[in-house]
């Protein structure tokens, strides 16, 4: 019986250091746990931030996409403005031509103009010194060639 019993509490012994050996491992674990908790909630904390700032990326994209479609159509509607005027310019451009033809040539006449024209200049009726008309003539000609389009826009006003 003694000797039985010196047994068990040798085997008693025995699995009381295994069990403070077990209790010290699981403290271990324990605190490796806590550890591991914490590092998943630092994680998911940053998950979520990244996350948070994933959906505000994609709300600034989907703005910014507005804004370039809208730019787009604005751009659109600028380049039909820009080619009507073009076109509008150009007929000016030909009109202007054929306006300054005409003004030359009307010009050119009363330069040009023959005896019976000359007679009734010199008619009293119509009062024109030849000094004065040159003048006039003059002013006529710079002005058409001062306003004859040349392909390029001018802001001073005359």
Do not use: P, W
């Amino acid at each position: 019986f003694k000797t039985e019993n010196a047994k068990l509490k040798a085997e008693l012994d025995k699995l009381s250091k295994q069990n403070t050996k077990l209790e010290a491992k699981a403290e271990k674990t324990s605190q490796k746990l806590v550890g591991q908790q914490g590092s998943n909630r630092k994680l998911q904390a940053r998950q979520q931030q990244t996350y948070n700032k994933l959906v505000e990326i994609i709300e600034k994209y989907k703005q910014l996409k507005q804004e370039k479609n809208q730019l787009k159509v604005a751009l659109a509607e600028s380049q039909g403005q820009y080619q009507d005027s073009s076109q509008q310019l150009e007929l000016c451009s030909v009109h202007n031509g054929k306006l300054i033809a005409a003004a030359n040539e009307l010009l050119d006449r009363y330069e040009n103009k023959g005896a019976f024209d000359g007679l009734l200049q010199a008619e009293s009726a119509l009062q024109f010194k030849s000094v004065e008309m040159e003048t006039i003539v003059q002013k006529y000609k710079n002005k058409i060639r001062d306003e004859q389009y040349h392909g390029t826009v001018s802001l001073n006003n005359k």
